[in-house]
């Protein structure tokens, strides 16, 4: 198996949900006993949450940045950003590095596309919906994404960093997708992009009105299909 680094801590529970799913699913495919070589380099989040402005972005980039660097002089062989918001400095972070990056949009297009499916409503952190570095991705593989509704944008995004990241799921929170999802299908969506690695938290991804692509259960299929040499 290669060795997979990860940038971990954006937040700690999607990085602890990351470690589960790989080695449970390395387990079923390699060996009871099997685990995933791993290196995690958690990040402390309180300094890379909410950026807004460019200079944070920037200071952001530096800190991610030397983060990979690291992850790959400790062996490395390839890399993950186990969060979708942080996929905004996908390229500064694989201009820096000689090791792969897989990125978690790519890998949610590609399965979308397998799939045959067209038409979908985005839902993560406000840039994941609104700006064009996440939506690009999935658009280039043939995907029609519903315009974001500011309003849903600005109650996922509170859900998300004053609920989820922390590692609290309250029902009114799992009320107020529901609603979402189900406006979105009335809206014309065929599938819904879960583009926040915490939100099958909230979301049942196997049984709900729309079809699911959960970016988190994504991007861990493609990191086994890497360890295992099968990409």
């Given at each position: 198996m290669r060795k997979l680094g990860m940038i971990g801590g954006l937040s700690w529970v999607s990085t602890a949900m990351y470690y589960d799913r790989i080695n449970r699913a390395v387990q079923r495919r390699v060996a009871p006993m099997?685990?995933?070589p791993l290196l995690i380099e958690s990040l402390d989040f309180h300094q890379l949450w909410g950026l807004l402005e460019d200079q944070d972005w920037k200071r952001a980039e530096?800190?991610?940045?030397?983060?990979?660097?690291?992850?790959e002089q400790a062996g490395a062989e390839g890399l993950l950003i186990c969060a979708n918001s942080g996929h905004r400095l996908y390229d500064e972070i694989a201009a820096a590095i000689d090791i792969p990056v897989l990125h978690i949009a790519e890998c949610v297009g590609v399965a979308m596309e397998k799939a045959g499916c067209?038409?979908?409503?985005?839902i993560g952190t406000r840039n994941v919906m609104i700006e064009g570095f996440y939506r690009q991705r999935l658009v280039a593989h043939g995907v029609d994404l519903l315009p974001p509704d500011m309003t849903n944008v600005?109650?996922?995004?509170?859900i998300i960093y004053e609920e989820l990241v922390v590692g609290k799921v309250t029902r009114s929170a799992e009320r107020t997708l529901r609603t979402i999802i189900t406006r979105k299908e009335q809206e014309g969506a065929k599938a819904i992009v879960l583009a926040c690695t915490e939100l099958d938290l909230l979301v049942d991804v196997d049984a709900n009105v729309l079809p699911v692509f959960d970016s988190t259960r994504i991007h861990c299929d493609a990191a086994l299909e890497w360890i295992l040499g099968e990409e």
């Amino acid at each position: 198996m290669r060795k997979l680094g990860m940038i971990g801590g954006l937040s700690w529970v999607s990085t602890a949900m990351y470690y589960d799913r790989i080695n449970r699913a390395v387990q079923r495919r390699v060996a009871p006993m099997a685990s995933a070589p791993l290196l995690i380099e958690s990040l402390d989040f309180h300094q890379l949450w909410g950026l807004l402005e460019d200079q944070d972005w920037k200071r952001a980039e530096t800190v991610l940045v030397d983060s990979a660097r690291r992850l790959e002089q400790a062996g490395a062989e390839g890399l993950l950003i186990c969060a979708n918001s942080g996929h905004r400095l996908y390229d500064e972070i694989a201009a820096a590095i000689d090791i792969p990056v897989l990125h978690i949009a790519e890998c949610v297009g590609v399965a979308m596309e397998k799939a045959g499916c067209k038409n979908a409503a985005l839902i993560g952190t406000r840039n994941v919906m609104i700006e064009g570095f996440y939506r690009q991705r999935l658009v280039a593989h043939g995907v029609d994404l519903l315009p974001p509704d500011m309003t849903n944008v600005e109650a996922i995004d509170r859900i998300i960093y004053e609920e989820l990241v922390v590692g609290k799921v309250t029902r009114s929170a799992e009320r107020t997708l529901r609603t979402i999802i189900t406006r979105k299908e009335q809206e014309g969506a065929k599938a819904i992009v879960l583009a926040c690695t915490e939100l099958d938290l909230l979301v049942d991804v196997d049984a709900n009105v729309l079809p699911v692509f959960d970016s988190t259960r994504i991007h861990c299929d493609a990191a086994l299909e890497w360890i295992l040499g099968e990409e």
